[in-house]
């Protein structure tokens, strides 16, 4: 079994209660895959989340623009969830330490712990194999 990094409730709670606008890399137009589910979940719940992948770009998902980078958007993003590989992770924070976004929430079993480093040197939050689905839901209960 691997390790799990622990997070109290309240970490969880204030970091998503700060948030609006969610860009989510690996977003998927594939009802019945976990990013597509968990985005809709997130534009039920109120978040904006910008879908970033480069198959789909300017294709809408969810009635959402999808972008091929993030670096392609140009509204203030708070929040980056990532849905890709864990060796594809330490590029993504690198180019959301540039854009100065406050926090890198990585999916269950996405764990890159050089991102993470790199992330919390640049005074970012970081939440790390988990779920703001399932964590929101845990939450509202």
């Known amino acids: 079994m691997k390790p799990r990094r622990y997070y109290s409730d309240h970490y969880i709670y204030t970091t998503l ?3 609006k606008t969610i860009a989510l890399v690996g ?3 594939k009802k019945d895959r976990d990013s597509n589910i968990c985005m809709k979940f997130l ?3 109120g978040y904006k989340v ?3 992948n480069p198959n789909e770009v300017d294709n809408l998902i ?3 623009r999808c972008y091929a980078q993030l670096c392609d958007v140009e ?4 929040m980056v969830e990532i849905f890709r590989n864990s060796d594809t992770v330490l590029e993504i924070v690198e180019r959301a330490i540039d854009m100065h976004i406050d926090v890198i929430w990585m999916q269950l079993d996405v764990i890159n712990l050089e991102a993470e480093r790199r992330a919390l040197g640049a005074g970012m939050t970081v939440i790390m194999d ?3 689905k399932i964590e929101l ?3 509202d209960h």
């Open 17 to 19: 209660k700060n948030v």
């Open 62 to 64: 969810h009635g959402q």
């Open 43 to 45: 534009l039920e719940f």
């Open 137 to 139: 839901q845990k939450l």
């Open 50 to 52: 910008i879908p970033i």
């Open 130 to 132: 988990r779920c703001p």
């Open 27 to 29: 977003a998927s137009p």
């Open 75 to 78: 509204e203030s993003i708070d």
